[in-house]
């Protein structure tokens, strides 16, 4: 049975809006449509990941958003590495009424850790990834109850000078917003919590840290997420925005809850291959 953690937080708003958070369900599956090296990757990573029992959990927890709350979102890694019964899974998933879906690495990954992370290899797979999800994977906007939910791609740890320009049309708008994002942003509390207590290479897998943070980074890991110069940009104007309220994401499969400058909130939420979501009521 899943584990529903609850929280509250104050927006303002004239009724609550109740909102499941679930994410990295890490989905494996592959078919005679694939090849066979697919086939003894999802094997081997079926195994790793829980395998049915993540499948079990994710349904329980759309079945529970369908029921007792007002919208459901999926901060990415649906699936744990591209196939054509991956994305048959993540059809489904966006079918499900009242739910929105930011993409995660995973989404692009051909076969998991196979090579870096970069922009070349995210276009080898994006259009694939696209035609899955109805909604735009880089940045879209969707208001329930009054609070704006914006999904965009953060998967490689970059934000663009379009996500930007789009985000600042979305804060003139009268509607609190919150954030849907795979990776979460950097914090020095979650980073040394990352770097000390969960990973074992001391790589935080965070959005917009200071280059002096990732000197220990192994060179691989800083090449994949040192922030350019757009992503930058973008913080720096995120932080300076009141009507960003809220940040969810996931990545790190493991819970923490931190404030960003500006006193934005942001929920990281563990694995739900883990059997755990977040239950959040805004009011």
Partial sequence: MMDYKKLRLELGLPAPVR??????????????????????????????????????YLQEALDYGEKHCDVTVCTGDLMDFITEAACDKLRALCRRPRLLFAVGNHEFSQYVGERTEDLAYKMETFTQVQSCVPQNLDFASTVVGGVNFITLDNSYYQFSRRQRLLLQQECTRPYPIVLCMHVPLYQPELFRAAVEEHDPEHVAY????????????????????????????????????????????GHTHWDSETVLPGGIRQLVSAGTFFGTAREITLV
Avoid at 31 to 44: E, I, S, T, V
């Fill in 19 to 56: 909102v499941l958070h679930i994410t990295d369900p890490h989905l494996v599956a592959a078919d005679g449509r694939d090849n066979p090296r697919k086939w003894a990757l999802a094997a081997k990573r079926a195994e790793q990941m829980a395998g049915a029992t993540a499948e079990a």
């Fill in 206 to 249: 965070l959005c917009g840290c200071p280059e002096e943070a990732m000197a220990g980074y192994p060179p691989h890991r800083l090449a994949e997420q040192r922030p350019d110069a757009e992503t930058q940009e973008f913080l720096s104007y995120l932080y300076t925005q009141p009507k960003v309220r809220l940040i969810l994401a």
